[in-house]
């Protein structure tokens, strides 16, 4: 079993056991920090895309010198909407983010999905990335939300926004072509 298809198999079992402690202790509807298997959902896949597409433009309009940190934050789940997008398509429901990136490293893998390896890595920590990704997404992120700078760099942004534009369209393709 390989590591991605382990690390799903972990995200499943432990979404069933919090919903299962949920129903246990009473509450009528128990929530998850994992992942589900349900029926796949075109129009939800459809509908996370329309919001990576909104994250995306409300960060191009942010001045990144003075909006910098708020606009990472949005390239960041503009990413991780995509990746939704796709868990929907296949039937996945994630609350989890490395739970996610795991699904996307594992379908990758199970040949369902043509994604560039690079999208995964960058939601990975610089210590945990096979190819050393010019950018670790996810360290930024946290860097920026949890740390006082706002200003980011123009051409780390527009990188960032290239990226995003990209992963769109791949996720289009996956989500309305890969039926």
């Known amino acids: ?3 991605p298809s382990k690390q799903v198999d972990w995200c ?3 979404a069933e056991r919090e919903i299962e402690e949920g129903r246990r202790i009473g509450q009528r509807n128990p929530k998850h920090r994992g992942l589900i298997k349900k029926h796949p959902d075109q129009k939800e896949a459809a509908d996370f895309i329309e919001k990576a597409a ?3 433009n409300f960060a191009i309009s942010l001045d990144s010198s003075k909006h910098g940190d708020t606009a990472i934050s949005s390239l960041f789940y503009c ?3 995509c990746f939704l997008a796709i868990a929907s398509k296949f039937g996945y429901e994630s609350r989890n983010q490395t739970c996610t990136i795991a699904l996307m490293a594992y379908l990758k893998e199970e040949g369902k ?3 560039d390896n690079r999208f995964i890595e960058m939601f ?4 945990d990335q096979e190819g050393k990704e010019a950018y670790s997404l996810i360290e930024m992120r946290e860097e920026y939300t949890y740390g ?3 200003a980011v760099g123009k051409h780390i942004i527009n990188e960032l926004v290239k990226d995003c534009q990209r992963l769109i369209e791949d996720t289009k393709n996956i989500v309305h072509f890969n039926a």
């Open 79 to 81: 990413m991780y909407h």
């Open 124 to 127: 990975k920590y610089k210590e």
């Open 148 to 150: 006082s700078k706002t």
């Open 12 to 14: 499943l079992k432990k």
């Open 1 to 3: 079993m390989s590591q």
């Open 113 to 115: 999905i043509d994604l």
């Open 54 to 56: 909104e994250n995306l």
